[in-house]
């Protein structure tokens, strides 16, 4: 408790949203004084600062995937996967044959095909002949361990 790790976080937990949806209900419908409304709203406030902590830790979760990212920016070296497309963090050659694979977190789909999602990346990198038949993508034979690391890598390109 004591919110030590709350600094730099501006976000509105929903802690604290509920406690000014509360502080509003209240208001409409109270005939208390003010005083006692901005007493009212500073032990909200408090509540919701005390509950941040929390919530840091809650943000901790494990990356995408579940799989080692470090080991994910190797393999795609090793599997030659910059010869088609430019990533971030490599060295080499930067193939224009697919797309550039910077901000990979935050697209909606794979190949224009299926929700980006972790778990469809690990399907996707062992087989994307299968989700588009005939693209230029081909099966590079990456097992399930290396696709889950190499999405865990993906995942953190934001
Ligand atoms: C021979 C060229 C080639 C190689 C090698 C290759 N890719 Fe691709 N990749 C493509 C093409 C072409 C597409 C677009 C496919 C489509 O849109 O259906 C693609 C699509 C993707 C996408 C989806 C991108 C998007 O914007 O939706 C990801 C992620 C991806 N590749 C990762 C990899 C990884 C990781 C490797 C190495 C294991 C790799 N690729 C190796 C050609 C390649």
Redesign the pocket.
């Known amino acids: 408790m004591g919110g030590k790790n709350c600094k730099g976080s501006r976000r509105i937990t929903p802690d604290a949203l509920q406690s000014y949806v509360v502080l509003v209900t209240i208001m409409f419908t109270t005939t208390a004084p003010p005083r006692f409304l901005a007493a009212l709203a500073m032990t909200l406030l408090a509540l919701s600062l005390a509950a941040c902590g929390q919530h840091e830790q809650a943000k901790a979760q494990p990356p995408a995937g579940g799989g080692d990212p470090a080991r994910g920016q190797l393999l ?1 070296q090793q ?3 910059q ?3 430019s990533i971030p963090g490599m060295r080499g050659p930067k ?1 224009v ?3 550039p ?1 910077d901000k ?1 977190a935050q ?1 909606a ?5 299926v929700q980006n999602t972790p778990a469809n ?1 690990i399907q ?2 062992q087989n ?1 002949q299968s989700f ?1 038949p005939g ?4 099966n ?1 034979g ?1 097992t399930p361990a290396d696709a889950r690391d ?1 999405t865990t890598f ?1 995942f953190t390109l934001k």
């Open positions: 795609i599997y030659g996967c010869s088609c497309h193939g044959v697919g797309a694979l990979m697209r789909f794979i190949g224009g095909k990346m996707w990198l994307p588009d693209n230029a993508m081909p590079l990456v190499i993906l």
